[in-house]
């Protein structure tokens, strides 16, 4: 484990891979945000139930999981080095008053976290290459900023690379589950980990976004779990 990352598990070749950005809302002590600690348990700091689901799958053989282990609001990994968002100044209505950084800061933070979280992900990735990456977010079943309920439980994000997409959601569906189709956001535009990761390396992926209600207890994290080690080696089966 570093400060940007935590590896769970033993990465096989041709195994599974569970690789989730958002998994901690940990602020290390020398960085002030500036907000309402409370605001470290909602969604705009940590994809809630995801470390659970990771931790759990990992116990399986042949499953190992890559997970962030910093708050998205410390720096978000899943976004474009130079993108704003990496360091984000607000989120769904909040302020982040202490990632107004100048240029020396905003170097630093990238510095410490952003590129030793990568790199290490692409050398995990080389050494041991997967059969699968398993892209694994979670979404609020509401924005702050919207009263649009979002009714999916589970969503498949992708951006150019659909192979798993198309054998995952059949799968997905014959469990009972409402599934988005590049829904409740396209993996067009938010998919950047993948991106560089999975898409640019010709590795099979699928991104998955759970929704919070569905992940919020120990109880649903093993659901979850078992669920999507199921789908995610009958994908890997299907798709080499």
């Known amino acids: 484990m570093t400060g940007a990352f935590r590896l769970l598990g033993t990465p096989r070749f041709g195994g599974?891979?569970?690789v989730s950005d958002h998994a901690s809302n940990r602020v290390p002590d020398d960085i002030d945000l500036g907000i309402d600690r409370a605001l470290l348990d909602q969604?705009?700091?940590v994809d809630i139930g995801v470390a659970g689901i990771a931790e759990r799958m990992v116990e399986r053989p042949g499953i190992a999981a890559f997970l962030g282990n910093v708050s998205r609001l410390v720096c978000d990994f899943n976004r474009e080095e130079h993108a704003p968002a990496v360091i984000p100044i607000a989120s769904d209505g909040h302020a982040i008053p202490g990632n107004a950084l100048d240029h020396a800061g905003h170097e630093a933070r990238l510095a410490r976290f952003f590129r030793p979280y990568h790199a290490a992900l692409a050398d995990t990735l080389d050494a041991a290459p997967a059969a699968l990456i398993l892209s694994l977010h979670s979404f609020t079943p509401r924005l702050a900023t919207s009263d649009e309920p979002r009714p999916w439980q589970i969503g498949v994000l992708y951006n150019?690379?659909?192979?798993?997409?198309?054998?995952?959601?059949?799968?997905?569906?014959?469990?009972?589950l409402i599934v988005g189709d590049q829904e409740p956001y396209s993996g067009r535009l938010l998919n950047a980990t993948m991106n560089r990761h999975a898409e640019a390396e010709g590795r099979p992926y699928l991104g998955v976004e759970v929704r919070q209600d569905q992940?919020?207890?120990?109880e649903g994290q093993a659901r979850w779990a078992d669920l999507l080690a199921r789908v995610a080696n009958q994908v890997a089966l299907e798709i080499s």
Request: charged content about 25%; aromatic content about 0%; overall charge negative.
């Open 16 to 18: 599974i891979m569970v």
């Open 43 to 45: 969604h705009i700091a």
């Open 160 to 176: 150019e690379d659909d192979r798993a997409a198309r054998i995952a959601i059949p799968l997905l569906e014959a469990e009972g």
């Open 215 to 218: 992940v919020g207890t120990a």
